[in-house]
T-cell receptor, first 111, second 112 residues
Framework: DGGITQSPKYLFRKEGQNVTLSCEQNLNHDAMYWYRQDPGQGLRLIYYSQIVNDFQKGDIAEGYSVSREKKESFPLTVTSAQKNPTAFYLC??????????FGEGSWLTVV | QQQVKQSPQSLIVQKGGIPIINCAYENTAFDYFPWYQQFPGKGPALLIAIRPDVSEKKEGRFTISFNKSAKQFSLHIMDSQPGDSATYFCAARISGNTPLVFGKGTRLSVIA
């Protein structure tokens, strides 16, 4: 969706390094989500935020952290505590009604 | 536990065929059931969605059938085309600012 921007598209992480994935939206929506996608596993929820300065853990929050200081931004940090971070990361926002839109995703690879 | 179970994991159909993908859910509080289509390297895109107060919804060649008593819903793709080859995810949620719960996906291949 054109209103959600994820960056970078590709990111490489060295062992022991923290990296941050960016998610920005210009649609003025409150709820934002981070999902992780692995082959054959579907999409699993990492964190979500329903309002500025508030966020909740999802099913696989260990090794990740987030912040929501601004309505338009919901960055995800993959910390060194996440032992298997190689995956496709998807940010999503909730539009009108129940509609949830996804960004184009970010690929993270450990080198 | 897995709240939304999706099957089959993969599916191959001939062009013009009608692939059917099934999902079952456990939480009776779910009241919104979308289907997403995802092409390789892209984010999932909303395809069609249904609420439990209707048993069927059609949008173009895509139809959702919903069986509330059985807690099941399915996606049918009429006159399937090679361009429909993608991974399809069912999902469910409770209305409000709650997260979607996803099935594990079905990889569909439509061969000419």
């Amino acid at each position: 969706d054109g209103g959600i921007t994820q960056s970078p598209k590709y990111l490489f992480r060295k062992e022991g390094q923290n990296v941050t994935l960016s998610c920005e939206q210009n649609l003025n929506h409150d709820a934002m989500y981070w999902y992780r996608q692995d082959p054959g596993q579907g999409l699993r929820l990492i964190y979500y935020s329903q309002i500025v300065n508030d966020f909740q853990k999802g099913d696989i929050a260990e090794g990740y952290s987030v912040s929501r200081e601004k309505k338009e931004s919901f960055p995800l940090t993959v910390t060194s505590a996440q032992k298997n971070p190689t995956a496709f990361y998807l940010c999503a926002i909730q539009g009108p009604g129940n509609t949830i839109y996804f960004g184009e995703g970010s690929w993270l690879t450990v080198v | 536990q897995q709240q939304v179970k999706q099957s089959p994991q993969s599916l191959i159909v001939q062009k013009g065929g009608i692939p059917i993908i099934n999902c079952a859910y456990e939480n009776t509080a779910f009241d919104y059931f979308p289907w997403y289509q995802q092409f390789p390297g892209k984010g999932p895109a909303l395809l069609i969605a249904i609420r439990p107060d209707v048993s069927e919804k059609k949008e173009g060649r895509f139809t959702i059938s919903f069986n509330k008593s059985a807690k099941q819903f399915s996606l049918h793709i009429m006159d399937s085309q090679p361009g429909d080859s993608a991974t399809y995810f069912c999902a469910a949620r409770i209305s409000g600012n709650t997260p979607l719960v996803f099935g594990k996906g079905t990889r569909l291949s439509v061969i000419a």
